[in-house]
């Protein structure tokens, strides 16, 4: 970096100075320079985080806001945590990277052994990788290559079932069993032909469908499984909640009868737990919630919370034993990723279930949640405000341009963006999916931050939904 924008170099006098410059050229290479992920960079006005504390970030202008969107969702036990740092610092001392492919690390086994230990029963295996997407990529290969390789084998099993407006990842694999259209459609000459399942549950005025009810998705889903009987490698699904839908919660029973029914049809079941483990919706992971156990876990986001890129595809014994062989044999998964099980990403894994167990995080989440559901509560009310869904420490809240005949905005009028713009003013970084503001803050956040939180998210909205583009007298930077 040029010394011109060194605050350390710059004499005394100049130091003001050389800020102003240094965040003014920050700015502009910003957006010359950085491509951001599902960014609008025509549009893009820069906010530059440079520091972390607890829940807390620090732009460079030294502003404070609460992580309302735990950094994308993966932020479980704050920024700097003592004991996360210290962690990382150790094993710096150690090593910072050696490969997994046919070779190993003591933090890399050690965090593959805890990791089974908390996860749901008869996942005893751990694949390594370096994101979410990455995670189900793995997957979806193993459950693929399982029915080649099986005991009896079912070269058949080619094809996968998913849950209309899933989201799995941006990879190619994972957005052919996405169903989120604005990130799909383009790309769908790219990528393979899920067999689709409508997600069942309440109204969802974004999409403009009535969702199906309960036992009419289950009944649907055994219809698919029987239709295609034998060609059906696994069923892929978000369990609980489907985050990127727009804070989607299934109803109670669901997770557990989609369990059931493939394991009446012998079919693969894979859970993406990468939103919704760590705590998120509760407890450690999601699918304890309905006492599911699937033959395929995909962990990412939280799994060091929020401090590394990490993903871990924990998988059953049987599924396994179908890749032993002899070399002769070729049954091995010819599949990885560079920095799989990267020691200092395991090792503040590792460190993260330590805070867990010694911090009790699962037993402090009860009045969090509670207060988050008071709030929404008290929001779903507001005028515009058309649906309100919660899970655990994430809630998402639907804005609407008519409450009554349950109209959205128009799209255009990016009314959810303009909220969590708008909140930034009153102390909080939050992101929305299309016109549903998100709440999903650390899992570490207090019940004064929280409330802080809650009223900084509802100015938010006050300030998006205050005007309407249809009211001239009214002015309204929308129109
Ligand atoms: C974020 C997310 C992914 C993708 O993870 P990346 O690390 O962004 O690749 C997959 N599934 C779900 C449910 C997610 O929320």
Same mark, same amino acid.
């Given at each position: 970096?040029?010394?011109?924008?060194?605050?350390?170099?710059?004499?005394?006098?100049?130091?003001?100075?050389?800020?102003?410059?240094?965040?003014?050229?920050?700015?502009?290479?910003?957006?010359?320079?950085?491509?951001?992920?599902?960014?609008?960079?025509?549009?893009?006005?820069?906010?530059?985080?440079?520091?972390?504390?607890?829940?807390?970030?620090?732009?460079?202008?030294?502003?404070?806001?609460?992580?309302?969107?735990?950094?994308?969702?993966?932020?479980?036990?704050?920024?700097?945590?003592?004991? &996360?740092?210290?962690?990382?610092?150790?094993?710096?001392?150690?090593?910072?990277?050696?490969?997994?492919?046919?070779?190993?690390?003591?933090?890399?086994?050690?965090?593959?052994?805890?990791?089974?230990?908390?996860?749901?029963?008869?996942?005893?295996?751990?694949?390594?990788?370096?994101?979410?997407?990455?995670?189900?990529?793995?997957?979806?290969?193993?459950?693929?290559?399982?029915?080649?390789?099986?005991?009896?084998?079912?070269?058949?099993?080619?094809?996968?079932?998913?849950?209309?407006?899933?989201?799995?990842?941006?990879?190619?694999?994972?957005?052919?069993?996405?169903?989120?259209?604005?990130?799909?459609?383009?790309?769908?000459?790219?990528?393979?032909?899920?067999?689709?399942?409508?997600?069942?549950?309440?109204?969802?005025?974004?999409?403009?469908?009535?969702?199906?009810?309960?036992?009419?998705?289950?009944?649907?889903?055994?219809?698919?499984?029987?239709?295609?009987?034998?060609?059906?490698?696994?069923?892929?699904?978000?369990?609980?909640?489907?985050?990127?839908?727009?804070?989607?919660?299934?109803?109670?029973?669901?997770?557990?009868?989609?369990?059931?029914?493939?394991?009446?049809?012998?079919?693969?079941?894979?859970?993406?737990?990468?939103?919704?483990?760590?705590?998120?919706?509760?407890?450690?992971?999601?699918?304890?919630?309905?006492?599911?156990?699937?033959?395929?876990?995909?962990?990412?986001?939280?799994?060091?919370?929020?401090?590394?890129?990490?993903?871990?595809?924990?998988?059953?014994?049987?599924?396994?034993?179908?890749?032993?062989?002899?070399?002769?044999?070729?049954?091995?998964?010819?599949?990885?990723?560079?920095?799989?099980?990267?020691?200092?990403?395991?090792?503040?894994?590792?460190?993260?279930?330590?805070?867990?167990?010694?911090?009790?995080?699962?037993?402090?989440?009860?009045?969090?949640?509670?207060? &988050?559901?008071?709030?929404?509560?008290?929001?779903?009310?507001?005028?515009?405000?058309?649906?309100?869904?919660?899970?655990?420490?994430?809630?998402?809240?639907?804005?609407?341009?008519?409450?009554?005949?349950?109209?959205?905005?128009?799209?255009?009028?990016?009314?959810?963006?303009?909220?969590?713009?708008?909140?930034?003013?009153?102390?909080?970084?939050?992101?929305?999916?299309?016109?549903?503001?998100?709440?999903?803050?650390?899992?570490?956040?207090?019940?004064?931050?929280?409330?802080? &939180?809650?009223?900084?998210?509802?100015?938010?909205?006050?300030?998006?939904?205050?005007?309407?583009?249809?009211?001239?007298?009214?002015?309204?930077?929308?129109?």
């Amino acid at each position: 970096m040029p010394t011109s924008l060194s605050r350390d170099t710059a004499p005394q006098e100049r130091f003001d100075l050389a800020a102003i410059h240094r965040d003014e050229m920050l700015h502009a290479w910003d957006q010359r320079h950085v491509w951001h992920a599902f960014t609008q960079m025509q549009e893009y006005d820069p906010l530059l985080i440079e520091q972390g504390e607890g829940c807390w970030l620090i732009d460079t202008e030294g502003r404070r806001y609460l992580d309302g969107s735990a950094s994308m969702w993966c932020n479980v036990h704050g920024h700097r945590h003592p004991r &996360l740092d210290a962690a990382l610092t150790k094993q710096l001392a150690q090593v910072a990277h050696t490969t997994n492919l046919g070779l190993s690390n003591p933090t890399t086994v050690e965090f593959a052994r805890r990791l089974v230990e908390v996860a749901p029963p008869g996942l005893e295996k751990v694949f390594f990788s370096g994101d979410g997407s990455s995670a189900i990529e793995a997957a979806l290969k193993m459950a693929f290559q399982f029915w080649r390789q099986a005991a009896s084998p079912q070269p058949d099993r080619t094809r996968f079932i998913a849950i209309g407006e899933a989201y799995h990842g941006d990879t190619l694999g994972a957005i052919g069993v996405g169903g989120v259209d604005r990130f799909t459609a383009l790309f769908a000459p790219l990528t393979f032909d899920a067999i689709r399942l409508p997600s069942p549950g309440g109204p969802c005025p974004r999409t403009g469908r009535q969702p199906p009810s309960l036992d009419e998705s289950l009944a649907a889903l055994d219809r698919l499984l029987t239709e295609h009987a034998g060609t059906v490698a696994a069923v892929i699904m978000e369990p609980l909640v489907q985050m990127a839908a727009g804070i989607y919660v299934h109803p109670p029973g669901f997770l557990r009868d989609v369990r059931d029914l493939t394991a009446k049809h012998d079919v693969l079941l894979i859970l993406d737990e990468v939103a919704t483990g760590f705590g998120r919706t509760g407890t450690m992971f999601a699918c304890e919630q309905e006492n599911v156990s699937p033959d395929f876990l995909c962990l990412a986001k939280g799994l060091t919370a929020g401090y590394l890129p990490m993903a871990a595809t924990l998988a059953t014994a049987r599924v396994w034993d179908a890749f032993l062989g002899t070399h002769a044999e070729q049954r091995a998964f010819f599949h990885g990723h560079t920095y799989g099980g990267n020691p200092l990403a395991a090792a503040v894994g590792i460190a993260s279930l330590d805070i867990f167990r010694d911090e009790r995080v699962l037993e402090s989440l009860p009045p969090k949640i509670a207060c &988050l559901q008071r709030f929404v509560g008290r929001l779903a009310s507001h005028e515009h405000v058309g649906a309100v869904r919660q899970c655990g420490l994430v809630t998402g809240i639907e804005l609407v341009a008519d409450k009554a005949a349950g109209r959205p905005f128009p799209w255009q009028e990016k009314r959810g963006t303009q909220a969590c713009l708008a909140a930034r003013k009153y102390g909080a970084i939050l992101r929305q999916l299309g016109d549903v503001v998100v709440i999903m803050p650390p899992l570490s956040i207090t019940l004064d931050e929280l409330d802080q &939180l809650c009223s900084a998210t509802e100015r938010g909205i006050q300030d998006a939904t205050a005007c309407t583009a249809d009211h001239s007298s009214t002015p309204c930077h929308f129109s």
